[in-house]
């Protein structure tokens, strides 16, 4: 089974700053890795895939990275839309999808 | 506009049963895997169930296998989840998800609560 962890857990920031938010997989997943965003009563949100690739529609300031294992979702300037929650999602096999612990973005 | 959407959820006594479903539009469905996840009252995703296009492939995670069946009929563009000897800790908001080729699970249902509970 494929286990991924992401820190932090949670993460206080304002308005403007440049957050990070990493995620790591078991073992390696080449790609094969989702970002999605979900904010209280929603369904979540896909923001980028295969890594680095944005889902139409979604702000330029998401930047995804990584590869292997360990991956990160930067937020160059954070809007106050960008509240919510984060999660990482491994589908490198269609045997099984894992998903991270999330990560709970606040304002300061 | 691809649009999932999702039923059946509802309060069961545990050890009961009840049979989830989605709808899907707006994308060509018998071409497409699909998927269950359920996300339990202030927790994180979980992954539940994945099924291929003609549902001959089917894949669980570990904590439903035995309890839970996915199928999904194309002629009516509809997916289910048939969830047996239901426990508290099945309590949650389930969604289906559509699973593209590049992207995983791209598009998703609004949910469907199934609270467990005697």
């Known amino acids: 089974d494929i286990q991924m962890t992401q820190s932090p857990p949670t993460l206080s920031a304002s308005v403007g700053d440049r957050v990070v938010i990493t995620c790591r997989a078991s073992q390696s997943i080449n790609n094969w890795l989702a970002w999605y965003q979900q904010k209280p009563g929603k369904a979540p949100k896909l923001l980028i895939y295969k890594a680095s690739t944005l889902q139409g529609g979604v702000p330029s300031r998401f930047i995804g990275s990584g590869s292997g294992t360990e991956f990160t979702l930067t937020i160059s300037s954070l809007q106050p839309d960008d509240f919510a929650s984060y999660y990482c999602?491994?589908?490198?096999?269609?045997?099984?999808?894992?998903f991270g612990p999330g990560t709970q973005v606040d304002i300061k | 506009e691809v649009q999932l959407v999702e039923s059946g959820g509802g309060l069961v006594q545990p050890g009961e049963s009840l049979r989830l479903s989605c709808v899907a539009s707006g994308f060509t469905f018998s071409r497409s895997w699909m998927s269950w996840v359920r996300q339990a009252p202030g927790k994180g995703l979980e992954w539940l169930s994945n099924i291929n296009e003609d549902g001959s492939e089917k894949y669980y995670v570990d904590s439903v296998k035995g309890r839970f069946t996915i199928s999904r009929d194309n002629a009516d563009n509809s997916l289910y989840l048939q969830m047996n000897s239901l426990g508290d800790e099945d309590t949650a908001v389930y969604y289906c998800?559509?699973?593209?080729?590049?992207?995983?699970?791209?598009?998703w249902g609004q949910g469907t609560l199934v609270i467990v509970s005697s």
């Open positions: 999602q491994q589908y490198s096999t269609w045997r099984e999808f894992t």
């Open positions: 998800a559509r699973v593209s080729p590049a992207a995983g699970p791209d598009y």
